[in-house]
């Protein structure tokens, strides 16, 4: 099968970029695993984290928004700890994350800051994305850290993630937070320059492809097991990592991170393979919201709706009626005066809260709810009409 051609998107072009780095890129390899001349083991690679945060201050520079997925905290811990090489008992796999996750962060933070870039650690488990609280919560608090200007490092929460709760690599958790942001483009620094039609360590004759539009079965069956000691995901996990974010409208590149300032390499044209998407991420997400079945329905006045026509977000004051039994962030029909229906939406408030703020200014709502909430009912971005 020969690969497909089609022009791979521009890195420089990005709006919003997710960037996922492994673990073998970022510590050093474990003992046995180690050819002659390495340095110490569970060491982090600092040289090259600053020749990336120099990539990262020129895409700021460039006005793009950036989000970095790091691997790294349990590698690192278990060099501090010096625990066995192998696979470890889950608890002290979270021991060494805890150990690891302190380290971690502060690596990023001083690598950053003499750019004048703020860092943030967020930690996550597969229940933060699975339930839609939790997920609203996560998404808002990215979203602030995003508009304030700050770099969030995003990691599996193995501290207190058990298997049943777990992303089980980064390179899901980095599409499923593409998704999530709104990201036009994510990165997977890896350890390869590119998705392969068979494993090239073993195989010379394995074609690389530039560009994938569909990830078919036949792509499927050609992803292998992971090459490196210390990484957990293998190209099966990028394959669906990538049906994640090409789903949800965000082009996703594999590519060699191993280099210094592999960003940099990226742009000027270095080996990689994208997969495209159809859409860009908000018509993405607003056709997965158009598909979605109203649990309840807000009926607004003629200024609400005069105002949704002009891409405005929907504020209590313009809503005299709520019906149906719905949880935060739950899908509502939006319904205009006479009842005709002009869209619909994620809602910010439960049934019973926006029952209680319709009609009334977003300044009031601290006062009817008793505790601070956000000034709109459905914002705009989680609306279609």
Known sequence: MAPLTRARPDLRAARRLVVKIGSALLVESRPGMREAGDREAGALRLAWLKALALDVAEAKARGADV????SGSIALGRGVLNLPAGPLPLEQNQAAAAVGQIRLARAYEEALAPHGIVT???????EDSEDRRRYLNSRATLEQLLALGVVPIVNENDTVATDEIRFG???????????TVGADQLLLLSDVDGFYSANPKEDPSAIRFETVETITPEIEAMAGDPISGLSRGGMKTKLMAAKVAVAGGCA????EGSVARPLTALAEGANCTWFLAHDDPQAARKRWIGTMKPRGEFTVDAGAAQ??????????AGVVAVSGHFGRGDPVAILG??????????????AAEARAIKGHRSSEIAEILGAPGRSVLVHRDDMVV
């Not at 943030?120 to 597969?126: G, W, Y």
């Not at 996703?252 to 590519?255: E, N, Q, T, V």
């Not at 105002?307 to 209590?316: R, T, V």
């Open 337 to 350: 005066p006479a009842g005709e229906m002009l869209g619909k939406g994620l809602t910010r408030y439960t």
């Open 252 to 255: 996703m590149a594999i590519l």
């Open 120 to 126: 943030a650690q967020v930690l996550m488990t597969l």
């Open 307 to 316: 105002a949704l026509g002009a891409g405005k977000s929907l504020l209590p």
């Open 169 to 179: 690599d980064n390179d899901r958790l980095a599409a499923q937070i593409a998704v």
């Open 67 to 70: 989000v970095i997925v790091s």
